[in-house]
């Protein structure tokens, strides 16, 4: 069974090649399982730091601009390809796949799905996701979502496949650990205001200097310097050197799996990590001391029972979730039920390996889109047919020395740019 897997930051690296392993077909997983890593170059690459923190393992990993990607899948075979990218870059390679593999009796089965809580441009995504074999939801009420809006478009909708986050898993919390341990899981994205950030340091810090007996971590996705999906501009570090932490607080970062073994009460804004925490019964609690809106992403958790202020926790308060709620989330699956969460998968990419497969039609066309599809896509160098550019950048050839040189020291100047330039030029303006 060889599986590709193409992905655009470390996070949805992880998502593509977890989601590999637990898709493959039963039958062929018993044998060896040959995966190969594509990492699409842009501004979110990760970094080698960022990849073994992932801790998932592939036969080969190479950084491809789109293009080259689709030289690749000329160039070799295999039986799924899982893209695990933005909408915009899954709809590119839809496109630039199905003018590939035109014409051919056997093709991959082609897989794409989101990285966790869908919050935000739902109906965005998912039609630049239509047209993959399978679009996978990683619960029954996004299934739901999910086919709601391709038959309410007049879209086929037998690709939304139900699953779960793939990566669930570890123990059940089994109670307090000596010291208690609590963990604030931070986002790159939200709150993007450094007032708001500062705000949440502070009453980190307050609860650690309260609760002089617990362990409080400050939970970070990235060093200094990397990037995530989304773009940080007002890192976590930058800001905790400027406040006076006491002894029994700390940054840490590493697998989240890892943090949350050791965990008694996880926070967040509105985190993937909440759903791990859930998944594990290990106590979650999502703040809404900054409100519960859509922007922040917590109003995903309206329901829950998970929601709390910080004036709540530090007075001992901790949430209770709701199990209907967290059912219909497809994480509370720690008792086994999470392994047969994948099986429909398996099983529809089982039949459609056994034949030969259809085009693939995505929803947005030159008919459908003609003022939106071609924009897509040039930013991908690829034509409205799906065919590359002229000048989009070669694939028959590694990039030299001087060219790898130019693209490290690009990537460093846009994030200092980001991270430096950019907030002192906004701080400007509101003078």
Not at 128 to 136: C, I, K, P, T
Not at 153 to 160: E, I, K, L, R, Y
Not at 355 to 367: H, I, K, N, R, V
Request: proline content about 7%.
């Amino acid at each position: 069974m060889r599986i590709a897997v193409l992905a655009d930051s470390d996070t949805r690296w992880k998502w593509g090649a977890l989601t590999a392993h637990r898709i493959a077909p039963r039958q062929e997983a018993q044998g060896p399982l040959a995966l190969s890593g594509f990492l699409l170059r842009g501004r979110a690459t990760p970094t080698a730091r960022q990849l073994a923190e992932v801790g998932v393992e592939a036969e080969s990993l190479r950084e491809v601009t789109s293009v080259e990607f689709l030289r690749a899948m000329a160039e070799d075979t295999y039986d799924i390809v899982v893209l695990a990218l933005v909408g915009g870059g899954v709809q590119a390679m839809l496109h630039g796949l199905d003018r590939l593999w035109a014409g051919r009796g056997k093709r991959p089965v082609v897989v794409t799905g989101y990285v966790g809580v869908v919050y935000e441009k739902l109906a965005d995504g998912l039609l630049l996701r239509h047209g993959a074999d399978l679009v996978l939801a990683n619960s029954r009420q996004d299934a739901e979502r999910f086919r709601a809006v391709y038959e309410g478009v007049g879209a086929d909708a037998s690709a939304v496949t139900e699953v779960a986050l793939p990566f669930l898993g570890g123990a059940p919390y089994a109670g307090e650990h000596d010291p208690y341990t609590v963990v604030f899981a931070v986002q790159p994205s939200v709150p993007d205001s450094r007032e708001d950030r500062t705000y949440l340091l502070n009453r980190l810090i307050g609860h650690a200097r309260l609760h002089p007996g617990r362990e409080v971590l400050l939970k970070l996705r990235s060093k200094p310097g990397e990037h995530t999906t989304h773009i940080e501009e007002q890192p976590y570090q930058k800001l905790v050197h400027k406040l006076d932490p006491p002894p029994n607080f700390r940054l840490v970062y590493g697998n989240m799996g890892e943090v949350l073994d050791r965990t008694d009460l996880l926070v967040t804004i509105s985190s993937t990590a909440a759903l791990e925490s859930l998944h594990r019964r290990v106590p979650t609690a999502v703040l809404t001391d900054l409100g519960i809106r859509e922007v922040l992403g917590n109003h995903h958790f309206v329901g829950s029972g998970c929601l709390a202020s910080w004036d709540q926790l530090d007075a001992g308060h901790r949430p209770v979730p709701d199990p209907e709620w967290v059912a219909r989330q497809g994480v509370m699956a720690a008792d086994g039920a999470y392994e047969s969460a994948f099986d429909a998968a398996r099983e529809r990419i089982t039949k459609l390996l056994a034949g030969d497969l259809a085009p693939l039609t995505p929803y947005y066309t030159p008919e459908t889109a003609p003022g939106y599809l071609p924009g897509i896509l040039a930013r991908h160098h690829l034509g409205p047919d799906g065919s590359p550019l002229p000048g989009a950048p070669a694939a028959d050839k590694a990039p030299g020395p001087v060219r790898q040189i130019v693209r490290r020291a690009a990537r460093g100047a846009y994030r200092h740019g980001v991270q430096r330039v950019a907030p002192v030029i906004r701080r400007m303006g509101e003078l």
